[in-house]
């Protein structure tokens, strides 16, 4: 079973950074579909904060446009966050995901914290 390591998260003080690292345990031999990240706030539901495609094609939550940056290495493969600007309202469970082309494997890392503090 394939495991996702996530690295980088922590606390901040509002308008620095953070980046956040996902690495595969393993190869992932089957066709990759998309990588993202996703959050959860205290009280609420899991949102989509980025992914992107293995073609290259990101997505991002309006809120975190112009202020994150998402990146993927499909080989390894690792998906990297790059959070700038950071708000308090950014503080959450930050989750990585891989998802296969045919949605025949949905692998989610363990969780990494990220509090921003005003």
């Known amino acids: 079973q394939v495991q996702l390591v996530e690295s980088g998260g922590g606390v901040v003080q509002a308008g620095g950074s953070l980046s956040l690292t996902c690495t595969a345990s393993?190869?992932?031999?089957?066709?990759?579909?998309?990588m993202g990240w996703y959050r959860q706030a205290p009280g609420k539901q899991r949102e989509m904060v980025a992914t992107?495609?293995?073609?290259?094609?990101?997505k991002y939550l309006d809120s975190v446009k112009d202020r994150f940056t998402i990146s993927g290495d499909i080989d390894k493969p690792s998906v990297t966050l790059q959070m700038n600007n950071l708000k308090p309202e950014d503080t959450a469970v930050y989750y990585c995901?891989?998802?296969?082309?045919?949605?025949?494997?949905?692998?989610w890392g363990q969780g990494t914290q990220v509090t921003v503090s005003s």
């Open positions: 995901n891989i998802l296969g082309y045919w949605k025949e494997y949905d692998y």
């Open positions: 393993e190869r992932i031999i089957f066709s990759i579909k998309n």
């Open positions: 992107v495609t293995a073609g290259g094609t990101a």
